[in-house]
C-alpha cells in the first residue's frame, strides 16, 4: 500500500512539474499574442477619417514606419503631441481621440508599432523605442522642445516613458500606464518566473526617475486590464501626478469629463 501511495505521489508530482514547465514555454513562446493585438493594413489601404490629416509612410531599415498626423484645429498650432497608442488593432481605432488634442491647437502624430496597420518589420522593444526617437526628431524639426508633448496609453506608456526619459519635452501624460511588464505578467501568471521569461521590460517606473518634464498619470480605478494599484506605485516617484478618475476602467476615459477637463487643463501651456 505504501508503494503504491508512493508511486501514486510521485505521478502527481511530475505530472504538476511537467503542467509548470510546459505553460512556462507555452507563456514565452506566445507572450506578442498576449500583449499585442494587431490588425494589419494593406498598404495601399485608405485612411477614412473625418479630421484633417497627412500620412506618412517613412522607410526605416527596409521596414515600413506609418504615421497619421491629424492637423490642429486652430489657426496657430501650439505643438505637436506624439500619441502611442495602447496594444489594439492599429491607427484607426484610436483616431477619435486626436480631437481631445486638435482642438487646443496641437497637431497629434499617431504612429503604428511594427506589424501594426500599415507598419511593417519584426516588433522589438528597441524596435518601439526606435521608431519614437524617429518621430520625435521629425517632430523637433518642426517645432521647440518645449512644443511637444509626449503621450503614451496602455502598452504605450513604456514607450512614452522611455522618450520622455531620453529626450526634452513640455511634458509626459500616461493614459492607464503600467509599472513594468514583469509587474504586468506576475499579475497574471505569478507563479512563474516571468521575468526570465519576458522578452519585453518597459520598466515604466525606472524611466520615470529619469524624465525632468512635468509628468501627469490619469487612471480609474476599476481598470480591469491594468490594476490601477500600479499607477499609485508610479504615484509615488518624484514630480509624478496621479488623476484618478472614479470608477474608470481602462477604455473609457476620454468619455468622462473629468478626464477632458484635466486634459484640456494641460492642453492650455
Same mark, same amino acid.
Given at each position: ?29 506566445? $507572450? ?8 494589419? &493594413? ?54 477619435? $481621440? ?18 501594426? =496597420? ?39 506608456? =513604456? ?12 511634458? &509626459? ?44 498619470? &490619469? ?12 499607477? $499609485? ?14 470608477? =474608470? ?21
Amino acid at each position: 500500500m505504501q508503494d503504491k501511495a508512493k508511486r501514486r505521489i510521485k505521478r502527481t508530482l511530475i505530472g504538476l512539474v511537467t503542467f509548470y514547465i510546459t505553460s512556462g514555454v507555452v507563456l514565452y513562446l506566445i $507572450q506578442d499574442l498576449l500583449f499585442f493585438h494587431p490588425k494589419k &493594413l494593406p498598404a495601399d489601404y485608405q485612411y477614412q477619417f473625418t479630421d484633417p490629416f497627412t500620412e506618412l509612410n517613412i522607410t526605416v531599415d527596409d521596414r515600413n514606419l506609418n504615421v497619421v498626423q491629424f492637423k490642429a484645429q486652430t489657426s496657430n498650432r501650439k505643438g505637436i503631441v506624439l500619441y502611442f497608442h495602447g496594444n489594439m488593432r492599429n491607427i484607426e481605432r484610436y483616431a477619435d $481621440q486626436a480631437p481631445l488634442f486638435t482642438k487646443s491647437g496641437y497637431e497629434v502624430w499617431i504612429v503604428d508599432y511594427p506589424g501594426f =496597420g500599415k507598419s511593417t518589420g519584426k516588433r522589438t522593444e528597441q524596435a518601439m523605442y526606435s521608431d519614437a526617437q524617429l518621430l520625435y526628431r521629425m517632430a523637433a524639426k518642426e517645432v521647440a522642445d518645449s512644443s511637444i508633448i509626449i503621450y503614451g496609453r496602455s502598452i504605450g506608456t =513604456g514607450v512614452a516613458a522611455y522618450l520622455a526619459a531620453h529626450v526634452p519635452c513640455q511634458q &509626459l501624460i500616461l493614459e492607464t500606464p503600467y509599472y513594468s511588464i514583469e509587474a504586468m505578467a506576475k499579475h497574471y501568471a505569478p507563479i512563474f518566473p516571468v521575468k526570465s521569461l519576458m522578452n519585453y521590460r518597459f520598466p515604466v517606473y525606472e524611466y520615470l526617475q529619469k524624465v525632468t518634464a512635468p509628468v501627469t498619470i &490619469l487612471h480609474g480605478t476599476q481598470d480591469e486590464i491594468i490594476p490601477y494599484g500600479q499607477a $499609485q506605485q508610479l504615484a509615488a516617484i518624484k514630480g509624478v501626478q496621479l488623476i484618478t478618475i472614479p470608477r =474608470g476602467k481602462h477604455n473609457n476615459l476620454s468619455g468622462y469629463a473629468q478626464f477632458q477637463r484635466v486634459l484640456a487643463g494641460l492642453l492650455t501651456h
